[in-house]
């Protein structure tokens, strides 16, 4: 069995969000204070934009276009995050 983790954000007056899904492994550096960086889709209102995920000692940073911070300095202690068992 695989274990993944589904991490979902919302930010502004939460109507704006994005969602990724990440190993075991990954989220267990990231818990450490690891350092780890994926691009996804974010969505505001319905519309779909890029977005990249950026974390680091233990915090998450969400820019998007034209240097937008969606998201500064978030604690992961305050991230929705549910994990996934994966039967291969």
């Known amino acids: 069995m695989r274990v993944i983790y589904l991490i979902t954000i919302y930010w502004g007056n939460d109507d704006a969000h994005s969602a990724i899904k990440i190993t075991g492994k990954i989220w267990g550096n990231i818990l ?29 940073r969400i820019d998007g276009p034209d240097g937008m911070n969606a998201v500064l300095d978030r604690s992961i202690l305050s991230l929705d995050v549910a994990k996934i068992d994966v039967n291969l």
């Open 32 to 60: 450490t204070g690891g350092e780890y960086i994926k691009s996804t889709w974010g969505y505001y209102e319905g519309v779909r934009f890029s977005v990249t995920w950026v974390f680091n000692n233990g915090f998450l």
